[in-house]
């Protein structure tokens, strides 16, 4: 049983040293191992680790082919500026080979988590000797796969999975007693600038996570586009969290006066402290038709665009 640290009782720098000094107490003279994704849980666990142990930790960005628009060269930017070097990893080929075919949203997270930790990450950590990897699992992540609600990508001992035995490494899991609140406290007690520690949250499978049916390079660039123009004009409005989902079947639609087959987008836009529960955010209709035409305009292909007004629960933050 994990013992939650709620934010209201969190004391940052407490916290902070007694996590240094067990990251410290397990790696020993070691090397540790961490993947940042450049979401705030990814992004605090590095800048903990850093303080932990220095060069004995080497972080990498994974270039899944997943991402946002320039995320990875963004990221790494943020980190150089606070003297973190991070390495960025091309292993797209890999991702979009394991998700060839697939439109099950289990097998899809399945197959994600498999060729991250097994084939690419494991690869990695086999390459630099490294016996330990850290990882920014938060409660929310346990309390969801334990539940059976959605798989998440991070979770192994509670599902009864022994990550030395099948991956050939240990995982460090300092963050594990927080909720996103808390992490975003922490982050900021690291030094983490604003626009990271407040950076809406982005789910580990990455764009996939919001692609119904198959992923593939083309569905995946029009995820990216539509995310841009939702990313730009939601922006500063205060939201917990807000997307593009991309939806399986071509819709109907028109277009200079014809009939015109072409995707549809649904937009989501959500108002949550921990994401353990979330409502739809009351846009306004003149914001919900820019968030239309912007995307019917900047997004080769989608003819429809909806807005999801169904909270969590029985919805869910991510669509798959």
Known sequence: ?????????????????????????????????????????????????????????????????LMRAREPEQVAGFFKKMGVDIEIIDARNEFLKALKGITDPELKREAITQTFYKKVFGRIVRESGAKFLLQGTILTDVDETVAGIKRQHNVFAQLGIDPQETFGYQILEPLIQLRKDGVRMTGKALGLPEELFTRIPFPGPALAARIIGEVTAERLETVRKATSVVEKLLGGRGAFQYMAILHEDRVTGMRDGKRDFGQQIEVRCWDSIDARTATPTRLSFEVLEQLADSIISEVPGVVSVTYNIASKPPSTIEAV
Do not use: C, P, W, Y
């Open 1 to 65: 049983m994990i013992k939650e640290i709620k934010a209201s009782e969190l004391d940052t720098r407490k916290f902070i040293d007694e996590k240094v000094k067990e990251i410290k107490s397990a790696v020993g003279s070691g090397i540790a191992i961490n993947a940042l994704s450049g979401g705030v849980d990814s992004s605090a666990v590095t800048m903990l680790g850093h303080r932990a142990l220095g060069k004995q930790l080497r972080t990498v960005f994974i270039q899944n082919g």
